[in-house]
C-alpha cells in the first residue's frame, strides 16, 4: 500500500503552496506545522535541496475523534502534506503528496479509527481534487 495521495500540477511552487491551504482549509483543515526542508538543510547542513516544505494540516473534529478512538495515534497526526518541485521534470511541476490515512488503520486496529481514516481520506483526495480542478 502506498502511504501517499499525491498530485502534480504545473505552476510555481509559490502558487502550488497558496492553492495547497487554500484547498486544504476549504476541507476543514488547518496548518499548525511548517517545516521549510530547503531553509532548514541549507542553515543545519549547509546542503543544497528544491523548494520542499511540509505542512503539518489538522481538521481538528477528525483528530479529536482519531486521539479518543487511540491515544498514541497522535504521533501520527498532523497530516502531513508536501509540496515539492518535480526535480525529474524539466517543466515547471510542483507534486503535493499527503499522507494516506489509511496508514493510521494499518499501525492500530482500534474501533472507529477507521472510520476516522477514511473521512480523513475522502477529505484530502478532496483537497488534492480541487487542485487539479483550479488548473483546467
Known amino acids: 500500500m502506498s502511504y501517499a495521495l499525491s498530485t502534480t500540477l504545473h505552476t510555481t511552487f509559490e502558487d502550488a503552496v497558496e492553492r495547497t491551504r487554500k484547498a486544504l482549509a476549504d476541507q ?17 547542513l549547509g546542503e543544497d535541496m528544491e523548494d520542499y516544505l511540509i505542512l503539518g494540516a489538522c481538521n481538528p473534529p477528525l483528530a479529536h475523534r482519531a486521539v479518543n478512538a487511540d491515544r498514541q495515534i497522535g504521533l501520527l497526526l498532523p497530516c502531513n502534506v508536501a509540496v515539492r518541485t518535480d526535480t525529474a521534470s524539466d517543466e515547471d511541476a510542483v ?12 499501525v492500530s486496529d482500534q474501533p472507529g479509527l ?17 487542485l487539479n480542478e483550479e488548473r483546467r
Open 95 to 106: 507534486i503535493v503528496d499527503a499522507m494516506d490515512p489509511q496508514v493510521m488503520v494499518q
Open 28 to 44: 476543514g483543515f488547518g496548518i499548525l506545522t511548517e517545516i521549510d526542508m530547503k531553509a532548514t538543510l541549507k542553515a543545519k
Open 114 to 130: 477507521r472510520d476516522v481514516a477514511d473521512e480523513a481520506a475522502t477529505k484530502l483526495r478532496a483537497a488534492l481534487d480541487a
